[in-house]
Protein backbone atom coordinates (compact mmCIF):
# COMPACT_ATOMS: atom_id res chain seq x y z
CA UNK A 1 0.00 0.00 0.00
CA UNK A 2 3.06 2.04 0.74
CA UNK A 3 4.60 1.68 -3.11
CA UNK A 4 0.88 2.82 -4.34
CA UNK A 5 0.49 5.94 -2.27
CA UNK A 6 4.05 7.54 -3.23
CA UNK A 7 3.30 6.47 -6.90
CA UNK A 8 -0.23 7.80 -6.68
CA UNK A 9 1.73 11.10 -5.11
CA UNK A 10 4.28 11.22 -7.61
CA UNK A 11 1.58 11.34 -10.70
CA UNK A 12 -0.78 13.57 -8.97
CA UNK A 13 1.80 15.98 -7.73
CA UNK A 14 5.43 15.45 -9.18
CA UNK A 15 7.16 18.29 -6.85
CA UNK A 16 6.75 16.48 -3.56
CA UNK A 17 9.39 14.74 -3.15
CA UNK A 18 10.27 14.28 0.54
CA UNK A 19 7.37 12.66 1.21
CA UNK A 20 7.94 10.12 -1.73
CA UNK A 21 11.48 10.04 -0.31
CA UNK A 22 10.07 9.04 3.32
CA UNK A 23 7.70 6.01 1.95
CA UNK A 24 10.90 4.68 -0.10
CA UNK A 25 12.97 4.88 3.07
CA UNK A 26 10.06 3.03 4.66
CA UNK A 27 10.16 0.38 1.92
CA UNK A 28 13.47 -0.10 1.92
CA UNK A 29 13.05 -1.07 5.81
CA UNK A 30 10.50 -3.74 5.21
CA UNK A 31 12.56 -4.91 2.20
CA UNK A 32 15.50 -5.66 4.86
CA UNK A 33 13.33 -6.73 7.35
CA UNK A 34 11.90 -9.10 5.26
CA UNK A 35 15.80 -10.11 4.12
CA UNK A 36 16.68 -10.29 7.38
CA UNK A 37 13.46 -12.78 7.89
CA UNK A 38 14.93 -14.88 5.22
CA UNK A 39 18.06 -15.67 7.26
CA UNK A 40 20.37 -12.80 5.21
CA UNK A 41 22.78 -11.10 7.82
CA UNK A 42 21.68 -7.41 8.38
CA UNK A 43 24.89 -5.86 7.35
CA UNK A 44 23.87 -7.44 3.83
CA UNK A 45 20.77 -6.79 3.99
CA UNK A 46 20.84 -3.07 4.67
CA UNK A 47 23.36 -2.47 2.03
CA UNK A 48 21.01 -4.54 -0.73
CA UNK A 49 18.15 -2.72 0.55
CA UNK A 50 19.47 0.83 0.61
CA UNK A 51 21.90 0.73 -2.43
CA UNK A 52 19.88 -0.20 -5.25
CA UNK A 53 16.85 2.58 -4.77
CA UNK A 54 19.76 5.19 -3.90
CA UNK A 55 21.60 4.47 -7.49
CA UNK A 56 17.98 4.20 -8.95
CA UNK A 57 17.39 7.98 -7.46
CA UNK A 58 20.92 9.04 -8.24
CA UNK A 59 20.88 7.92 -11.88
CA UNK A 60 17.51 9.54 -12.62
CA UNK A 61 18.39 12.78 -11.08
CA UNK A 62 21.32 13.26 -12.81
CA UNK A 63 21.10 11.33 -16.32
CA UNK A 64 17.97 12.15 -18.05
CA UNK A 65 18.64 9.09 -20.58
CA UNK A 66 18.14 6.65 -17.33
CA UNK A 67 14.73 7.16 -16.76
CA UNK A 68 13.00 9.55 -19.49
CA UNK A 69 9.86 11.08 -17.83
CA UNK A 70 7.45 8.69 -20.26
CA UNK A 71 8.62 5.85 -18.48
CA UNK A 72 8.79 6.96 -14.97
CA UNK A 73 4.94 8.00 -15.83
CA UNK A 74 4.73 4.36 -17.04
CA UNK A 75 5.77 2.84 -14.20
CA UNK A 76 4.46 5.01 -11.68
CA UNK A 77 0.99 4.04 -12.66
CA UNK A 78 1.97 0.45 -12.90
CA UNK A 79 3.30 0.89 -9.45
CA UNK A 80 0.41 2.46 -7.94
CA UNK A 81 -1.95 -0.19 -9.99
CA UNK A 82 0.21 -3.06 -8.72
CA UNK A 83 0.50 -1.58 -4.96
CA UNK A 84 -3.34 -1.37 -4.70
CA UNK A 85 -4.07 -5.01 -6.37
CA UNK A 86 -1.30 -6.61 -3.74
CA UNK A 87 -2.59 -4.61 -0.81
CA UNK A 88 -6.43 -5.61 -1.62
CA UNK A 89 -6.64 -8.64 -3.24
CA UNK A 90 -5.86 -11.27 -0.52
CA UNK A 91 -8.86 -9.47 1.04
CA UNK A 92 -10.78 -10.10 -1.56
CA UNK A 93 -9.75 -13.40 -2.42
CA UNK A 94 -10.71 -14.31 1.34
CA UNK A 95 -14.08 -12.99 1.01
CA UNK A 96 -14.16 -14.86 -2.62
CA UNK A 97 -13.26 -17.98 -1.03
CA UNK A 98 -16.00 -17.83 1.44
CA UNK A 99 -18.69 -17.11 -0.37
CA UNK A 100 -17.86 -19.95 -2.88
CA UNK A 101 -17.44 -22.49 -0.04
CA UNK A 102 -21.07 -21.15 1.42
CA UNK A 103 -22.68 -21.61 -1.97
CA UNK A 104 -21.46 -24.42 -3.35
CA UNK A 105 -23.96 -27.09 -3.31
CA UNK A 106 -21.86 -30.09 -4.36
CA UNK A 107 -19.19 -30.20 -1.82
CA UNK A 108 -16.86 -32.51 -4.33
CA UNK A 109 -16.82 -30.02 -7.68
CA UNK A 110 -15.46 -26.93 -6.94
CA UNK A 111 -13.87 -25.13 -9.86
CA UNK A 112 -13.27 -21.17 -8.95
CA UNK A 113 -13.86 -18.89 -11.80
CA UNK A 114 -12.13 -15.27 -12.23
CA UNK A 115 -15.61 -13.36 -11.77
CA UNK A 116 -16.44 -10.54 -14.03
CA UNK A 117 -15.87 -7.77 -12.12
CA UNK A 118 -12.29 -9.01 -12.01
CA UNK A 119 -12.13 -8.88 -15.85
CA UNK A 120 -13.84 -5.35 -15.53
CA UNK A 121 -11.45 -4.03 -12.74
CA UNK A 122 -8.47 -5.24 -15.11
CA UNK A 123 -9.54 -3.69 -18.14
CA UNK A 124 -10.56 -0.63 -16.31
CA UNK A 125 -7.20 -0.23 -15.04
CA UNK A 126 -5.43 -0.91 -18.78
CA UNK A 127 -7.90 1.45 -20.00
CA UNK A 128 -7.64 4.41 -17.87
CA UNK A 129 -3.37 3.68 -17.86
CA UNK A 130 -3.84 4.51 -21.47
CA UNK A 131 -5.90 7.98 -20.99
CA UNK A 132 -3.74 9.18 -18.24
CA UNK A 133 -0.57 8.49 -20.75
CA UNK A 134 -2.89 10.42 -23.73
CA UNK A 135 -3.73 13.61 -21.23
CA UNK A 136 -0.05 13.46 -20.14
CA UNK A 137 1.39 13.47 -23.89
CA UNK A 138 -1.29 16.12 -24.88
CA UNK A 139 -0.16 18.12 -22.03
CA UNK A 140 3.35 18.14 -22.95
CA UNK A 141 2.98 18.00 -26.81
CA UNK A 142 0.76 21.43 -25.92
CA UNK A 143 3.51 23.18 -23.66
CA UNK A 144 6.34 22.52 -27.21
CA UNK A 145 3.90 24.39 -29.14
CA UNK A 146 3.25 27.26 -27.01
CA UNK A 147 7.10 27.82 -27.04
CA UNK A 148 7.78 27.02 -30.89
CA UNK A 149 4.74 29.67 -31.67
CA UNK A 150 6.83 31.68 -28.61
CA UNK A 151 9.71 31.17 -30.40
CA UNK A 152 8.40 31.83 -34.58
CA UNK A 153 6.76 35.33 -33.15
CA UNK A 154 9.95 36.67 -31.38
CA UNK A 155 11.99 35.68 -34.75
CA UNK A 156 9.02 37.43 -36.86
CA UNK A 157 8.92 40.53 -34.70
CA UNK A 158 12.99 40.53 -35.22
Not at 37 to 65: D, F, H, K, Q
Not at 81 to 110: E, F, H, M, Y
Not at 134 to 155: F, I, L, M, T, Y
Request: aromatic fraction near 6%; charged fraction near 15%.
Amino acid sequence: MLAALAAAIRVVRPDETLIVYGIAGALSGVWMSMLRVEGVPWPVAGAVALTSPLIAAYLAATRARFAPQLVRDEALLITATLGLAVAVLPRVLDGWRSAVLLNIQDKTAGSLAVPAWAIALSAGSAVLGGLVTVWRHGRSGRREERRDDGENQCAGGA
